[in-house]
């Protein structure tokens, strides 16, 4: 029996998502929260907190970005063309973000304002942008003879809206409980008091889409209703209510890294969720990873590059993070 190539690459790119949204999550995180931080001093802590790390965590965007093209050129050519403008306009934020990110530590002090205002709209456009692009892969494509046959605008709808804002929310929860976990004294306790408001606001979103999800699509509905399905994705649900209950007790007491691990886990939840709701789907609501798989010389000669990448991602990545851990104190850091 052979491997099945395309479950192989679904399982990697999904994996390397799942990375991506994990990391650099939190790092935009940092941007959408500024407005609600108005010390330099503070500012600066929270900007040192994610110094060491925020650009390597977007080499998962890359690579889920790569391996697309290589592996699934159908879906490649499919999403890209319908979505065309707001991976632009994506793109265009994380990049005016960076710049901004460098700039202000080398900026006097009369252009730092600039680039902390630029620095946040970067943050909320990138993450905004990812939620459009989500928003409108949940609702599906229209495809004709192999090629995207919609509009150009029809990736702007209510929902996808909804779900940009949505996305911005969540963001925000990872920076807020990354903060907790990596700072200190007022600026921590003031993250935790953000954290309470954000969270209930990120349960909320999720309620919204997994009930909006299978109203807008009935095969969507059928999927998690239909028995027994229904008693297999249950404790989905249920977990999420768990975790949110865990990241509020969490936030009131003195725990650091309890709220990011959690907050962790209720994105994670809403990851799975999706998933579910999608499978086997890579171009919604009716191609599978089968139908929009490369041929299996090619995706087996790019599963071994895979193969041997992957880990050194993983240990550079790990190694980074266990040697710039530990608070971050204001006057120490990036400079």
């Known amino acids: 029996m052979g491997i099945d190539l395309p479950l192989v690459w679904i399982i990697i790119i999904g994996f390397g ?27 600066d802590v929270m900007i ?13 965007l890359v690579l889920g970005g790569a391996a697309l093209l290589a592996v699934f050129p159908l879906a490649y ?23 901004a990110f460098e700039f202000r530590f080398k900026a006097d002090e009369s252009h730092k304002t600039f680039w ?21 892969f949940i609702s599906g494509f229209k495809v004709e003879g192999g090629a995207y046959a919609g509009g150009l605008l029809d990736w702007l709808t209510p929902f996808s809206l909804f779900t940009g804002v949505g996305l911005v929310v969540a963001y925000a929860l990872l920076g807020a409980t990354w903060l907790v976990m990596k700072t200190e004294g007022h600026l921590q306790q003031r993250m935790r008091r953000l954290g309470r408001p954000i969270t209930l606001v990120v349960l909320a979103t999720i309620v919204i889409v997994s009930l909006w999800t299978p109203f807008a699509h009935p095969d969507i509905a059928t999927r998690w209703f239909a ?11 249920l977990l999420v209510l768990l975790a949110t209950w865990g990241l509020l007790k969490s936030l009131g007491t003195e725990g650091h890294a309890a709220p990011f691990l959690l907050s962790l886990g209720l994105l994670f939840l809403g ?38 990448i992957i880990p050194f991602i993983l240990i550079y990545t790990a190694w980074s993070y266990y040697v710039f851990r530990g608070k971050v104190k204001a006057g120490e850091g990036y400079h």
Do not use: C, H
């Open 271 to 308: 990851y799975t969720g999706l998933a579910i709701s999608l499978w086997p789907n890579i171009i919604p609501p009716a191609i599978s990873i089968w139908e929009a798989a490369a041929p299996p010389q090619s995706m087996g000669f790019t599963l071994v590059g895979a193969l041997f």
């Open 17 to 43: 998502l799942m990375m991506y949204v994990i990391m650099d999550g939190f790092d935009l995180g940092i941007g959408i929260l500024f407005p609600f931080v108005y010390g330099r001093e503070d500012r």
């Open 48 to 60: 040192n907190s994610v110094a060491p790390v925020w650009d390597g965590n977007e080499t998962w």
């Open 227 to 237: 028995l027994p399905n229904l008693f297999y994705f249950a404790p989905v649900p």
């Open 77 to 99: 050519a499919v999403i890209l063309s319908a979505l065309y403008l707001p991976l632009m306009l994506m793109l265009a934020g994380l990049i005016w973000r960076g710049v």
């Open 116 to 136: 902390d205002k630029a620095f946040i709209w970067g943050s909320y456009i990138a993450t905004f942008s990812q939620g459009l692009v989500l928003g409108a």
